[in-house]
């Protein structure tokens, strides 16, 4: 029993240090609005031959539903969950192992900032980037993705990408949705 309880003890204590220290998760860990998934699931557009990439999946309430959605359509949409957090990646794992359409699913232990998106990406058409993340990061990993693979579209939850405001396209639900579409 004492061992049972100091091994929940030091479990919480890991989980406090990975989500409060910047270093392991310089952006915060907030699911998008679960009233919103339809409507993100709606912008994100899914079709044959497509990848999503969530931009810092979190515990994968957008990804894995879009999964679900995409294998009801019969389509071979695929998805891609990248994400920092350990915790976070043990819990995505998880959910991929039981969902039903595991094989359209990758996650991606990784850093967003640092990540080589064309090989993360090579040989995918149509890549869509889903983004729920501060403000004050998004420039700096839109400019790095749109360097690297230059026909990403992107949708931003909650933030608009202001330096793509002339190709926006905005929806509000209890957050609002921003669609870009880069050709
Ligand atoms: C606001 S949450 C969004 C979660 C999910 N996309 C959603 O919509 O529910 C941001 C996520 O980004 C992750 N994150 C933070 N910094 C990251 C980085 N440098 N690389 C990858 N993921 C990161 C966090 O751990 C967190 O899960």
Do not use: C
């Not at 220290?21 to 310089?26: C, D, I, K, L, R």
């Not at 794992?93 to 039981?98: D, E, G, V």
């Amino acid at each position: 029993m004492i061992i049972f309880a100091s091994l929940i003890i030091v479990i919480l204590f890991i989980a406090i240090i990975i989500f409060s220290f910047p270093q392991f998760s310089p952006i915060p860990y907030f699911p998008s609005n679960g009233k919103d998934i339809p409507m993100i699931i709606e912008g994100l557009n899914l079709t044959n031959n497509q990848t999503i990439v969530d931009l810092g999946a979190g515990d994968g309430v957008v990804i894995l539903k879009a999964a679900i959605e995409a294998k009801e359509k019969k389509l071979n949409t695929q998805f891609i969950a990248l994400e920092l957090n350990p915790i976070l990646i043990l819990i995505l794992h998880l959910r991929r192992f039981l969902h039903p359409n595991r094989k359209n699913i990758k996650i991606n232990w990784g850093d967003m900032f640092k990540i080589d998106y064309q090989r993360l990406t090579f040989d995918v058409p149509r890549l869509t980037f889903y983004l729920y993340i501060s403000p004050w990061f998004i420039e700096k990993v839109v400019q790095k993705i749109r360097k690297e693979v230059p026909s990403a579209r992107f949708v931003s939850y909650y933030y608009p990408i202001k330096s793509l405001k002339h190709k926006e396209k905005k929806v509000t639900g209890v957050h609002s949705l921003y669609s870009y579409k880069i050709s």
